[in-house]
């Protein structure tokens, strides 16, 4: 009967050992959702345009002012030597004041006009 209490002791000694344990990796668990939660949220809002991005936004702006407002995407980003990627940023941070709609005749292509 002794040998069991002392086995049954022993096993209550390791189950709390073990839910300390995991109450310590919960809690870290719990942590590090907040960081991710955190991380997430900063990518998600908006972040102001680099310096050359401004720079370029205001190339762009001009590139349009003197085509009448409009023009091709694809010319637009050959008149300014960026490539589709680059030019795809640059548009993103300046959407506030240029936007983009499919061309009439050819929905495939782009035309990027002013705000």
């Known amino acids: 009967m002794q040998d069991r209490i002392s086995d049954l ?3 209550i000694a390791q189950l709390k050992e073990e839910n300390a344990a995991m109450a310590a990796m919960q809690a870290h668990l719990i942590e590090n959702q907040e960081i991710q939660a955190r991380l997430i949220k900063q990518l998600q809002t908006k972040k102001e345009p680099q310096p050359m991005q401004k720079d370029r936004g205001e190339i762009l702006r001009a590139l349009l002012v003197a085509n009448g ?6 010319e637009a980003r ?4 960026l490539s ?5 940023q640059l548009l993103a941070s300046v959407q506030d004041h240029i936007g ?3 061309y009439s ?4 292509k782009k035309i ?3 705000k």
């Open 84 to 88: 589709k990627s680059q030019f795809s």
């Open 112 to 114: 990027i006009m002013l």
């Open 9 to 11: 002791e022993a096993t």
């Open 100 to 102: 983009v709609k499919p």
């Open 78 to 81: 050959q008149k300014m030597h």
């Open 69 to 74: 407002g409009k023009m091709p995407e694809k």
């Open 105 to 108: 005749i050819d929905k495939r």
